[in-house]
């Protein structure tokens, strides 16, 4: 009789607005690398948080090495030996590295002990990063590299990844990679939550696929195409992208020679960065997260206002030193990472997290109302258009912004933003941890508003996305600025060695000017 390392059945998790885990059965087996598929809000993040503790299941029993157990917490859970890296980041903003890593770890070792630990750990697995950095200080992509540390420092008998590779490149991808396959060799079994089809067909030796919260299928991807896990997980193949020649307008977004010193002493100085968005194109950077990206969005979104007020334009009006809300008045609008916290207040209602960026239903001359008064109607019906263009899943406009799945919190984001009929939209990290369907929805929305005329920026870590929407790309490394590529001139091969700020060799220069002869 086959023991497993974790056996679920029959586990049921319900909601007021929706069944999360409707009966789901489940097997994994020691050194397995198994991938848990499906689209978002299918109750994947769910039923990884009943294995790990962090929620209780309404039925149903689970088996962890063939011993029935009722996981009460995260504690109970590492005990038995479950790590789990979220999606979500679970990370105090004001203590350092080690001290988040620390929180989880048995107390009998010393805060020096673990910095030290974490210090091999990284470079045993190339997740570099500084014990001593306080977590404020972090891009999405290194919280990642502590998330992943922190679990791998409890000697796991079972890891759960939600999405670990989402902010990742494909180099440190492949370094992770190896890192999994040398765990699966020592027996340890990897619990896999992916969007990433390709990914799941190159690592995972089984998979299970999640529908509306059921077990709708089991199969070995490695036998599958990308086009027939689509279609067992989202039930039909995603639309493709068309992407029509573009002829740009005017300059809407000029950086010109900006430098600034980061606000903190583990920050990235800005140095010197030239950038130019016109209207009708969608441009992209590229680059390995903590290289200055942060430092750039803050000072262009207007979060950090120290930059020379002339450095920054938007359609020739300088606005370097100009607030969130007065860029906005310019056209400027912003998708930031960080969904919840900065992109949407977590306790509040999708309509009312409509009024961070959007200013339509405040009343500002009599015919309205009352001025500042809020026409909650008008808040409420921006609230369902959005919901029902961009195919959020949510309870409704009253849903909380914590209640969805980070993919349909993402495409509300994204909708709230276009709706706005900005003049230049900078998204950051667009389809993080979203499905394929999501994704293509989202990078199709995108496309849709530079053919409208609008300049987009767009920073992400995902080369195959910036490669199908830019129509110029740069790549940023130690808070420099790369030359702009073109579609035709980029490739993941050349912008993989930009990363390291390369482009300045002469052989990076050479490659370049051949390819574009």
Known sequence: MTVFRLQLDGICKRYPAVVANDH??????????????????????????????AVKPDGGTLRFNGQTEQIANPQEARRLGISMVF?????????????????????????????????????????????????????????????????????PQLLILDEPTSVLTPQAVEKLFVVLRQLASEGRSILYISHKLHEIRALCTACTVMRAGRVTGVCDPRQETNASLSQLMIGSLPPELHVRDHQPGAAV????????????????????????????????????????QRELLFALSGEDMRAAN?????????????????????????VPEERLGRGAVPSLSLAQNLLLTRHDAVASSGAAGALGWLNLNTLHTQAVNIIAKYQVKAGGPDAAARSLSGGNLQKFLVGREIEAAPKLLIVSQPTWGVDVGAAAQIRAALLALRDAGCAV???????????????????????????????EEANVSRIGAWMSGLWDAPAATQEVNHVAS
């Open 310 to 334: 002339e450095s920054i334009q938007l359609s020739g009006q300088a606005m370097g030193q100009l607030n969130p809300d007065q860029r906005r008045d310019l056209g400027l609008h912003f």
């Open 87 to 155: 999606q979500h980041f679970s990370l105090f903003d004001t203590l350092s590295v080690a001290e988040n890593v620390w929180l989880g770890l048995d107390k009998s070792l010393s805060l020096a002990e673990v910095t030290q630990r974490i210090t091999d750990i990284a470079a045993q697995y190339g997740l570099d990063i500084d014990p001593a950095r306080p977590v404020h200080t972090l891009g999405v992509g290194e919280m990642q590299r502590v998330e992943i540390i922190r679990a791998l420092l409890t000697n």
């Open 24 to 53: 789901v059965s489940l097997r994994v087996k020691p050194g397995e690398i198994h991938a848990v598929l499906g689209e978002n809000g299918a109750g994947k993040s769910t039923l990884m948080k009943i294995i790990y503790g």
């Open 253 to 292: 977004l000029s950086v010109r020679d900006l430098r600034l010193q980061a606000d903190d002493p583990f920050g990235v100085d800005l140095n010197g960065v030239n950038l130019q968005v016109r209207a009708g194109e969608v441009v992209g950077i590229a680059g390995v997260s903590g290289n200055g």
């Open 457 to 487: 920026l767009v920073v992400s870590e995902e080369l195959d996305e910036l490669l199908e929407l830019s129509d110029r790309l740069h790549v940023m490394a130690e808070g420099r600025l790369s030359p702009a590529l073109t579609r």
